[in-house]
Nanobody
Framework: QVQLVESGGGLVQPGGSLRLSCAASGRSFSRNDWGWFRQAPGKEREFVAAIAWSWSGGNTNYADSVKGRFTISRDNAKITVSLQMNSLKPEDTALYYC?????????????????????WGQGTQVTVSS
């Protein structure tokens, strides 16, 4: 059974940092693309960041709203993906999900889409508030 489990969420003050992690099990995820998405109450799930698979580590792409503040990274040996979030703002408050795509060589436009991903975690809550 495939499982993606997120961790690292919590309550943080504006300007603070959090590091989210996602661990995968149940199948080989060594050559997949990873994505982070988030969903705030009353809003649709939206793209945050993605990292594509490649021998050199993977190219990354970010939503404009988080560019320069968030960093996505992957550890192929441990089958994990992380999201380092700095300079957090109240509007970053949401349930954050990691997702895995196993279809090869998709364009970035696809990797920004919720419907592309084959597997999803249950989510971890991030709340940014003073």
């Amino acid at each position: 059974q495939v499982q993606l489990v997120e961790s690292g969420g919590g309550l943080v003050q504006p300007g603070g940092s959090l590091r989210l992690s996602c661990a995968a099990s149940g199948r080989s995820f060594s050559r997949n693309d990873w994505g982070w998405f988030r969903q705030a109450p009353g809003k649709e799930r939206e793209f945050v960041a993605a990292i594509a698979w490649s021998w050199s580590g993977g190219n990354t792409n970010y939503a404009d709203s988080v560019k320069g503040r968030f960093t996505i990274s992957r550890d192929n040996a441990k089958i994990t993906v992380s999201l380092q979030m700095n300079s957090l703002k109240p509007e970053d408050t949401a349930l954050y999900y990691c997702a895995a795509n196993t279809k090869p060589e998709l364009p970035w436009s696809s990797l920004k889409s919720v419907s592309t991903y084959d597997y999803w975690g249950q989510g971890t809550q991030v709340t940014v508030s003073s």
